[in-house]
């Protein structure tokens, strides 16, 4: 699978480090202008920090050395994969865009956003069996069938997979844990029992790729990368679900106690 | 703070033992028995089908059970009703639990992995299922313990919950 070119051609890789960086300016400058209004609490800094994180990651898989490098060995393809499809969509679901965004919209505009937002067809999507379906479904589509060899001799199809590789992921994530508005909300229940299907497909999909390696590239190689996204999807699952737990925590706190004062 | 109070929430006691005993148990085993003494290996060729599926599950669940048991075990604490001895209980009951069947279940029925390899195997096993048998009993005599005390302090039944 050596080629003397490059895999991902450069005008890509320099559009991605532009889009990237446009991101984290435009995310600056939502967070100083809004910051200038009085009636406004302080956004605070650190979850622009998030989002600087965040977007890094993903660029790091479109572009650059590791995102080349990703394209022959399987090991590194896992690694961008955790970054791309778990860590960074934490990490940006976090950093609350939506909630920066209508902050700084004037009220019409934040109106129609949230309009958007409850839109049944959001809601659709915004629902953890849909998201979990997107997100583990499209894994075992790519690693069960013969899509994953597909996707390194196209390019569109690389660029395709990796975009719901992202997209998919993000989605579980906001449909997990609320940082951003979220109209509809689920119980929590309803989220666990969900999550605790998705968390068990991804550790079942990581085994099965261990037991079958994929063909293109040494079998040591694809069963340390289905090892590192055993454990890696563990981790980082885990700080979702202590949020999710979190959350609950909060919601279930007892009224009129004296913890509930002190803790705010 | 009365201490019948603790007796009406009962069985969060019991469930956030359960829970957080399973979690415990299960993280054992991956610590110790995968990534400390490697005895566990992360895949057997003879795993079947349905193996493959209950492991997976089974390892999602547990970190839920984790977080959510110690969850619950925080809920109890700010509302002062946590209970010792019920969670005890629990805690063996879950963690027993859990062990049996990953000892009978998935290491011998479904042959997910063995507890070791090339070693003479039967004292490995009975060492481990009978520490789970002892733990689930244990578990269950102090949670009758701790039943019979609500019921003295209370004065017949159990206040529901």
Redesign the interface.
Known sequence: MHHEQPFLPAVLQILVMLFAISGAVGYLILTLRTNRVKRLRRWPAWRFILWLSGTVMVSLVFAGPFAEAAHYDFRLHMAGHLLLGMLAPLLIALSAPVTLLLRALPVLAARRVTNVLRHPIAQFYRNPVTASVLNIGGLWLLYATPLFQLMHQHLWLYLLVHLHVFAAGYLFTISMIYIDPAPHPCSHLFRTVVFIFTLAAHGILSKYIYAKPLTGFPADEVREGAMLMYYGGDLVDLVIIILLFRSWYRSTAPRHSYQKIESS | MSPEHKYSHWKKNLWAGILFGLGFVAFIDETIFHQLLHWHK??D?S?TSIG??S???F???S??AT??GL?LV??LM??HVFWHKMFWGGKLLGGGGFQLYDGIIQHKLMRIHQIRYHVDILPYDLIWNITAVIMIIAGLLLIRSAKKESRRTSGGETLAS
């Open positions: 992360f895949y060729r795993t493959l599926i492991d997976g599950l390892h999602a669940f970190w839920f977080v959510g969850y925080a809920d700010r509302r």
